[in-house]
């Protein structure tokens, strides 16, 4: 499975960004898909994630200011992401966990990644 991912770049504090992030390939469907970020010298971290059957999780530090959600059929997913702060420039990664058609085994990929820059 190959992700592809569009947005990001540079806006001021307070403003709005979104990320998208196609999933593509043959005979799969999707189990997860998300978003993870790593700013430099640091680790990476989880930023938001949503399931098939719609559940979300969110990071404390994005909580109430990010959105995410999928298009299940489409195997995208977009995050929204407002009231930006210069803590959350990274690189934001996207992530999917998919399986075969059939299949019971969980298989990960991430996408190659896209900036995001804050500044205050």
């Known amino acids: 499975v190959q992700l592809q991912a569009s947005g990001g770049g540079l806006v001021q504090a307070g403003e709005f960004l979104r990320l998208s992030c196609a999933a593509s390939?043959?005979?799969?469907?999707?189990?997860?898909m998300g978003w993870f970020r790593q700013a430099p010298e640091k680790q990476r971290e989880l930023v938001a994630t949503?399931?098939?059957?719609?559940?979300?999780t969110y990071s404390d530090s994005v909580q109430g200011r990010f959105t995410i959600s999928m298009e299940y059929a489409k195997k995208t997913v977009t995050l929204q992401m407002s009231s930006l702060k210069p803590e959350d420039t990274a690189l934001y990664f996207c992530?999917?966990?998919?399986?075969?058609?059939?299949?019971?085994?969980?298989?990960?990929?991430w996408g190659q990644g896209t900036q995001v820059t804050v500044s205050s």
């Open positions: 390939g043959t005979g799969f469907t999707i189990n997860t």
């Open positions: 992530y999917a966990r998919w399986r075969y058609w059939g299949r019971t085994y969980l298989r990960e990929d």
């Open positions: 949503v399931t098939e059957t719609g559940i979300t």
